[in-house]
């Protein structure tokens, strides 16, 4: 069963405007989330993360949220540029170390100029 | 640096063939892995490594060999090659403690 979901297949949105990433958990044990993101034919880029004692961090644009009572997070971009359109995947794990990762299925996002 | 490279980029398999897909890094990283992308069931990790001589399974070992020998090489091997196995291959590393894992570019296989 899937322990990481993403339940929109594909988000557009126009230029400028806020860009919102969903991302559901079953697995109470994930304490780290992380985001990637992925051009066609190219591998997944790590975008940015957020361990289960937090509940915010942001890298410039790109905003994480963690609601661990909900076991959801989210992606905010803001404001989306037409390069970010790609393909945003979700991954969590229990405990450091990338050998253990467990992704969602993804969301592609496309940023409408 | 060339990061995480992955060869072929490309291969096409017949039923029962056997071959291996390579991945080497140049990052000085512990922990390797390599997983498999299906459409619709995003990636899944086939086997892992935590250094030169460890290794271990993930979620979706079965048909798959690995070996680490080195610290930089982690060759993935389709031992009776299989349609089930058509997917896009991802080998990735990462340092210990760490979970930012950085990806190689990914072999598309398909087996007919």
């Known amino acids: 069963d899937q322990q990481v979901k993403q339940n929109s297949p594909s988000l557009s949105v126009q230029e400028g405007r806020i860009s919102i990433l969903n991302c559901d958990y079953t697995?109470?044990?994930?304490?780290?989330f992380l985001w990637y993101k992925k051009y066609p034919a190219e591998g997944p880029t790590f975008l940015i993360s957020i361990s289960s004692i937090k509940d915010k961090n942001e890298d410039g644009r790109f905003t994480v949220f963690l609601n661990k009572s909900a076991k959801h997070l989210s992606l905010h971009i803001v404001p989306s540029q037409p390069g970010d359109s790609a393909v945003y995947f979700c991954?969590?794990?229990?405990?450091?170390?990338?050998?253990?990762?467990?992704f969602g299925t993804g969301t592609r996002l496309t940023v409408i100029p | 640096n060339a990061g995480v490279t992955q060869t072929p980029k490309f291969q096409v398999l017949k039923t029962g063939q056997s071959m291996t897909l390579q991945c080497a890094q140049d990052?000085?990283?512990?922990?390797m892995s390599w997983y498999r992308q299906d459409p619709g069931m995003g990636l899944r990790l086939i086997h892992y490594s935590v250094g030169a001589g460890i290794t271990d399974q993930g979620e979706v070992p079965n048909g798959y060999n690995v070996s680490r020998s080195t610290t930089e090489d982690f060759p993935l091997r389709l031992l009776s090659a299989a349609p089930s196995q058509t997917s896009v291959y991802f080998c990735?590393?990462?340092?210990?403690?760490?979970?930012?894992?950085?990806f190689g570019q990914g072999t598309r296989l398909t087996v007919v």
């Open positions: 991954a969590a794990s229990e405990g450091t170390g990338a050998n253990n990762l467990f």
């Open positions: 990052m000085n990283h512990e922990y």
């Open positions: 697995n109470s044990m994930f304490d780290y």
């Open positions: 990735a590393s990462s340092y210990r403690g760490h979970t930012e894992a950085f």
